[in-house]
């Protein structure tokens, strides 16, 4: 039995990662606003043992008329309502440092972790699209290094509420006439600072898992820097092997620089399975899952998407892919399309086979798509990996059929729950004895 265990959560976003998955021939195609579609694909995810289910969230309409319906049902409002549903796994909850109050957030992933018995991840992220800004006021989209500030003080504080309370404030039950707990139990945070002042305490007391865990995304160096401080888990776009490693390397570094033991970062990169009988049938699905009819009109269709020339047959150089510190969008993907080409030579047709909608491609046989996600993990390159089926349920329904019993036939996962919380299953530390707040 190896001495360290891979890491699975699976995102459930709508009708799955794909932007066809709602023409899924087996499926309802409004299937993403059905209360019974994700308490099956949860209950899917707990039967293969994955440790969380991770819900991304984007507070405007993205109107594309060709794709799936996409950030329609807000996070916290569904996870609760599974988490009575679905018992043992944990949910990463999305919710936006830009758009939202430290004070209400803390209160209610606070309350979710009570509910759910300290299942809660709260996965930050600093929003980008100015049709979100748009929704809150009038005031534009801040750039992205004030957008990061802002992030670094609303997680403190948020960090700073749940650490208000006592561990054994509310432990033992008070006898007839006295008080509930102790008027120092909980005590003021009193914070001022750039964006937010907040007196505290928190009204919620600390969970089952002392508080949330944090997980977060950021590829740019203020988002990498925000994850070393505060993350528990980082999601990622990771393409290759050696960027995958340089970057956990990174992340870790930075987690030390801010007197955080390294080892307590869980990194779990997107990975897109396509799982088919053969290889040439998983190239096939492929195709036909991004609405092409042969291989060549799918590397053109990749090409003009990033705007490469399109030579199927030629090298794709690093060059092409270029990202600013400054840039509105997420930086993470063209990094990491950048990174993979530095580190392999790889051809335009090989290069379309090895990326979907930005995070890693894998695909074949079970056994190829087993082989691929333990070859990273045993050489200690991740923790694990984010799964994000191209159809829901169906795909998830075949990786946990498929692929899980391989997976756990050489020892990297189990389908038990013996943990009780989920900051206990990713073998993470009690929150309030060890880091900082900042």
Known sequence: ???????????????????????????????????????????????GGFDAVFLSDHPALQRADTSRPLHSLDPIVLFTALAARVPDIGFVVTASSSYNSPYNLARRLSSMDHISGGRVIWNVVSSFNPDIAANFGSAPLPGREERYRRAEEFVSVVKQLWRSWDHDAVDTPAALGDPLWSGDSARPIDHHGEFFDVRGPLNVPLGPQGHPLIAQAGASDAGIDLAGRHADLVYAALLGKHAAREFGAQLRERAAAHD????????????????????????????????????????????????LPFDPDGIVVPELFHSEENQQGPIGFTRSLHDLVSAEPLTLRQLARRVDGGHRLVLGTPAEVAEQILDWWRDDVVDGFTIQPPTLPHDLRTFVEQVVPLLRAEGAVTTDYPESTVRARFGLPDPVASAPTR
């Open 1 to 47: 039995m190896p001495s360290r265990r891979l890491f699975l959560n699976v995102g459930v976003n709508s009708t799955g990662y794909h932007g066809n998955s709602w023409l899924a021939p087996d499926a309802a195609w409004d299937r993403f606003l059905s209360f019974d579609h994700y308490v099956e694909v949860a209950r899917l995810a707990r039967e």
């Open 260 to 307: 955080r033991d390294p080892e307590t970062v869980r990194v779990l990169p997107g990975l897109v399975p396509i799982v088919a009988d053969s290889t040439e049938e998983a190239l096939r699905r492929h195709e036909r899952l991004n609405g092409h009819a042969d291989e060549l009109s799918l590397v053109r269709a990749f090409a003009d998407r990033h705007g």
